[in-house]
């Protein structure tokens, strides 16, 4: 009778139950142990938000997260906000299965149905598309420390896996002539497209670098919390997209096809296979993502909630 009391008593989220599991990759580490439907003690967020620094890809497996519990879990590493992507998806009337964009203004569907509920390709968001290697919201001024992303539903060997790349690493191991010449340099963040490449609601798709919307940001920034450097390059889609302020047009291309080729080596790469009630926590200020496409056939629906950062530091 004891055994099955303890069996089945609520998981109180303890740090002496928690356990930390790395990838065994370049970044990435599993979190057992836990309910984030419950309440987490300070002492393990201390531990989780150690944890995030050290690994920069966080997951959990097998939670049931309402929008409550989400964005509770959320913050436990900063403040959520609504993500950049909200406001194009409203003013572009974005609806899944007859609804409006949902739910609490801090949180995005990452989806792939139609204003019916039914998968399709292009859907007006990143729909059943493959999404370019990029780091979350770079093409605003203050950029998210963090991303959340909970899956709801998942397609069964339909594509939709996630990678994630280590920029710490791909700083550090940057050839010196590469890390002289991009000492110093900022470059302009494409707000046009989405990372899917597609063009946002009520954006006029630019034809030269000087109609490309977005803020500047260093090509290397410092982590507020590590000290640590990274490549921070965001995303890239087709000319004219990002560019290096104060270098001709041809220079720019050329330096970012040797800094993206770079960046996206496999050996800074881990790949994370979703299951329904997986939860995945990332750094955006060091770790940029790639998705593969998705089976157009099979629904994939995920809410995605992000977390205030602050104001890029140079490096």
Same mark, same amino acid.
């Given at each position: 009778m004891e055994a099955t009391q303890r069996r089945s008593a609520p998981i109180q989220n303890l740090p002496e139950q928690i356990q930390v599991v790395p990838s065994g990759a370049a970044l990435g580490a599993e979190i057992r142990g836990m309910d984030l439907s419950q309440p987490v003690p300070e002492a393990s967020r201390e531990l989780l938000r150690k944890s995030w620094a050290d690994h920069l890809v966080l997951f959990w497996?097998?939670?049931n997260l309402p929008d409550e519990s989400l964005l509770a879990a959320a913050g436990i590493f900063g403040v959520t906000k609504e993500p950049a992507a909200r406001k194009y998806q409203v003013a572009g009337g974005y609806r899944i299965g007859g609804k409006l964009v949902p739910l609490h203004s801090h949180l995005t569907l990452i989806s792939n149905l139609d204003e019916n509920?039914?998968?399709?390709?292009?859907?007006?968001?990143?729909?059943?598309?493959?999404?370019?290697?990029?780091?979350?919201?770079?093409?605003v001024q203050v950029p998210p420390a963090g991303s959340m992303l909970y899956s709801v539903v998942i397609p069964v060997n339909g594509g939709g896996d996630t990678w994630f790349n280590n920029q710490y690493m791909a700083y550090d191991e940057l050839p010196e002539d590469l890390k002289a010449a991009i000492k110093g340099k900022s470059q302009i963040h494409d707000a046009s497209r989405n990372s899917a490449g597609v063009l946002r609601p009520t954006v006029k798709m630019p034809t030269t670098p000087e109609e490309v919307p977005g803020p500047a940001h260093p090509l290397v920034r410092v982590h507020p919390v590590t000290g640590k450097r990274a490549l921070y390059l965001g995303r890239r889609r087709d000319w004219p997209s990002n560019y290096i302020i &104060?270098?001709?047009?041809?220079?720019?291309?050329?330096?970012?096809?040797?800094?993206?080729?770079?960046?996206?080596?496999?050996?800074?790469?881990?790949?994370?296979?979703?299951?329904? &009630?997986?939860?995945?926590?990332?750094d955006n200020r060091c770790a940029m993502h790639y998705r593969s496409e998705v089976d157009a056939k099979q629904p994939r629906v995920l809410h995605r909630t992000v977390i205030n950062g602050e104001a890029v530091i140079p490096g």
């Open positions: 497996r097998g939670q509920g039914v998968p399709v390709l292009d859907n007006g968001t990143l729909g059943s598309y493959e999404v370019v290697w990029h780091s979350d919201n770079s093409y &104060g270098m001709s047009n041809a220079d720019s291309e050329a330096l970012l096809d040797k800094l993206w080729a770079h960046a996206t080596q496999n050996k800074y790469a881990w790949k994370h296979d979703w299951r329904v &009630g997986d939860l995945v926590l990332w």
